[in-house]
């Protein structure tokens, strides 16, 4: 309770001292992290004018991920949390992971494959001043491949009575401080972020993006 008020005092009386946190779940990513780091997530975060830090939950990687991103060297401004799972634990507990670890008076949700388009970072964070408290990411455009899987998901949420879905969210968003506290209290095991976050019950914002595979 105490931490939640001082984190209140801090992402609300402080405006100019806010941090985004940015949570990357990887799992075996060796092949795409750098570039993904270095050419897409650090230009626009260091173009940001808050504070941001990164927390890279390593899912268990088999490959060179973690020390791949243990090694790499990050600017001074920007604050690095690794996060090292035991075991391959699945994307959604990663996540889970990293929400807790993240301390940002927002936090962003990004994939390490470079699927998400990071340079629309900073336009979530523009709706999340204007009072957004989740900002999702939806395909604007896509692959045969993704629309059917989407299309899929899509129909089956909605028989399953969410009427809620939207169509072609990604789990590329930013979420306020005060909805990361919220699904911070959530103890399933057996997660799916997006679903526990619809249920939360905060109106969201959308942003069309278009995506890079
Ligand atoms: N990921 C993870 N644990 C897993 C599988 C995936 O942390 O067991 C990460 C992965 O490294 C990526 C994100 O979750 O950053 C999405 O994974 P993937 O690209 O395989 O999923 P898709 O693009 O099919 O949604
Ligand atoms: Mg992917």
């Keep these: 309770i105490i931490i939640a008020f001082i984190t209140y005092n801090i992402c609300y009386n402080q405006p100019m001292e806010e941090l985004i946190s940015v949570v990357i779940p990887v799992f075996n990513e060796a092949a795409g992290i750098q570039s993904f780091l270095k050419k897409e997530l650090i230009p626009t975060l260091k173009n940001l004018k808050e504070n941001t830090e990164i927390i890279i ?50 936090v962003i949700m990004i994939d390490a494959d470079g699927q998400h388009p990071a340079e629309e970072i900073p336009r979530m964070i523009e709706k999340w001043h204007e009072g957004a408290k989740i900002v999702t990411a939806i395909r604007g455009s896509n ?14 949420m909605h028989k399953a009575g969410d009427k809620n879905l939207i169509e072609g969210e990604m789990d590329f968003r930013l979420l306020d401080r005060e909805v990361v506290d919220d699904f911070n209290q959530f103890t399933e095991h057996n997660r799916f972020t997006r679903g526990l976050i619809d249920w939360l019950g905060y109106p969201q914002e959308y942003i069309k993006v278009q995506t890079k595979d």
């Design 143 to 156: 692959t045969t491949k993704h629309k059917l899987g989407s299309r899929l998901y899509y129909i089956l």
């Design 57 to 106: 939950v390593d899912d268990g990687s088999t490959d060179k991920s973690l020390e791949i991103v243990k090694n790499y060297t990050f600017p001074r401004r920007i604050t690095v949390r690794i996060v090292a799972l035991m075991k391959n634990f699945g994307k959604e507990l990663a996540l889970t992971a990293g929400l807790r670890e993240a301390e940002g008076c927002a």
